[in-house]
């Protein structure tokens, strides 16, 4: 009985020491946080900088309360998850498309190549003259800047998905008389693939926001508009504002997607 009794306590602990440890990981970062806060509070406090050019985290309040009665922080952020939602849907579903018929066939991959090497270096906002040119300074030309800054992310994690299923699941489908591209699509690829595809569309709602930004800097009504315009006045509170603002919503989209990541991967636990 003694031995049982013995045995049975490094298991019945395992728990507490494991709530104990995120309960320590948890009060580290709390810890990090409010010391980072204190820092940042005490630079413009003891005049190490001009408060004009680094407002301390107590100035942020007033200032979001001000943007908030005035209806411009609602605007800027209707406006701008209005583009970012937009630009990413198409730039993602754009380069899934194209990821996934380039990896699935050679053909397709070689055509494509060279206009691949051609045009990936071209960051986003290189194409912010065309899109002016093309479709003014419009909510039009923010979306066609945050697509372009999403397409490739998305492609290239959906092609290298592709490329890396297994071959030997290709020929047990077409043992069971999965022989047809779209059988072998939506039987093989996609399910295989998913899970690296889901890794390049986390990374484009980062990339998108910062797209976002690029694409209203030029006028386009948005988050990134509202703090240009702040910034010229020196209301470095209110730019502060909208940053903390972008970090909050890319927080909450972030655990959204998570959660739909782990509903789609249900499979795999």
Partial sequence: MAITQTADLPASSAPSRARLSALGSIGLGAAGLLAFLLIWQ??????????MMLPGPLAIPEAFRSELDSGMWLKAVTGSLSHYGIGLVIGAALG?????????SRVAEDLTSWVVRLLRPIPGLAWAPFAIIWFGVTPKAAVFIIAVSVFWIVFFAAHGAVRGVDRDLLEVAEAFGFRSPLEKLFKIYLPAAMPGILVGLRTALGQAWMA?????????????????EASSLLAT???????LTMAALYGILDSLFLVTQNWLLRWKA
């Fill in 42 to 51: 005490a630079v413009p406090t003891f005049g190490l900088v001009n408060p």
């Fill in 212 to 228: 976002v930004v690029a694409a209203e800097i030029f006028g386009v009504p948005g988050l990134g508009n509202r703090m240009i």
């Fill in 96 to 104: 899934v498309a194209v990821g996934v018929l380039t990896g699935m």
């Fill in 237 to 243: 509170d209110i730019v502060v504002v909208y940053m």
